[in-house]
């Protein structure tokens, strides 16, 4: 999803989260801008899972950057090059 659609979510509280069974969520991307650190943490917190901060274009039909599963997230880091 986009940054703001995560930033909306965040200002709409974590009740609105909580409401849904997200237990077989099993990865969550953000593409579109640079994710800001403050929702990095709160995502986290609230899906209990990392929001992952990709970069990638149309025109190459795949990620190009991001933060791998098995890697820890530096908030405000979109991660490393894809080999």
Known sequence: SAPTAFRMLMGAGDDLVNKYNL??????LSVGEPLNPEVIRWGHKVFGNRIHDTWWMTETGSQLICNYPCMEIKPGSMGKPIP
């Open 23 to 28: 237990s077989s969520l099993r990865h969550i």
